[in-house]
């Protein structure tokens, strides 16, 4: 009773059920578990529920079911459209299923992710995905331990399961080839700090495997590694161009430093690719857009995030197709990388 007035009575599930035209256990199910409901009748459910105000006892249910329907990401930032648009594609793949996502970012601190993972775990999730193979021990005792559903993402893990990625390595091997070809011997590269990131180290990796085997040399000096942002890639770049080995060539560990490069190159009046080709990784929108146009590997990060979810999903017990867990990547010579001024 407030202010003399009775508040109305609370809708039960058998009124949403009653008012969506199903059966009761149709409208549960499509309120637990719409993975395994049609479309349809999810909507018809969700109409009823919204018109008749019913809020369902998800508290009762996680205890009923032993699951809370969240799945947690841990992802090194979101200051990196890669990462949103991988995020954004596995938060889609989970609510069709009727889950919600749980985000966090450690940047590049394997500690702070270990700290991440505890908070999510603390809170019962029933999956989480993390980004790449390098983690610190006490992250994967605890994710062994917990017994949670998991998946690791971005990077190649040829024979370990479950992981959804790409061939870094090889990404870097086929950018340096590109260089090779075009009559490149003196190269450099700004890659991402590889200190706890498998993904900018293999690259890296992967650029000196293609250029010892065609006997060129990439010394220390013409290699610096720069936290991922315009203007560590801008810094590295006018560094690199005022070292007695000027480079013909620059190999950028992702987008972001390659358009950081392009912006440096640009103040000096550098021109790309006549004095300078510059290449980066990832294939981001903005470097179909730059002037010129960047010459980059082209990774499908949707994809990373879409699959990973159908996998997960499937860990879970939910029906999915079989998911590939190493994807295709290709080089997309565009205007940002030309002939080597030696062949000019």
Known sequence: MANGRKSAPQATLADVARKAGVHKATAS????????????????????????????????????????????????????????????ALERRLERAGYVLLVA???????????????????????????????????LDRLQASGVAHVFTWSSAKGRQPNVGFDNRHAGRLVAEHLLSLGHRQIAM??????????????????????????????DSAVMERPYSLEAGAEALATLVCARRKPTAVICGNDVLALGALREARVRGIAVPRDVSITGFDDMPMARVVTPELTTVH???AEVGWNAGEMLLGMLGEEVATVATELPISLVARQSSGPARTKR
Do not use: W
């Open 190 to 219: 700004i890659a991402g700090l590889t200190e706890g990131n498998d993904r900018a180290s293999a690259r890296l990796a992967g650029v000196r495997e293609a250029l010892a085997s065609a006997r060129v040399t990439l010394p």
């Open 105 to 139: 970012c450690h940047e590049f601190n394997l500690d702070a992710e270990t700290r991440a993972l505890e908070a999510m775990l603390n809170r019962g999730v029933d999956g989480v995905v993390l980004v790449g193979q390098v983690h610190a021990r006490a992250t």
């Open 29 to 88: 199910r499509a309120i637990s578990d719409p993975g395994k409901i049609s479309a349809a009748t999810t909507a018809r459910v969700r109409a009823a529920m919204a018109a008749l105000g019913y809020v369902s006892n998800g508290v009762a249910r996680a205890l009923a079911t032993r699951r809370t329907r969240t799945v947690g990401t841990i992802i090194p930032t979101l200051d990196n459209a890669i990462y949103a648009v991988s995020t954004n």
């Open 299 to 301: 990774f499908p990060m």
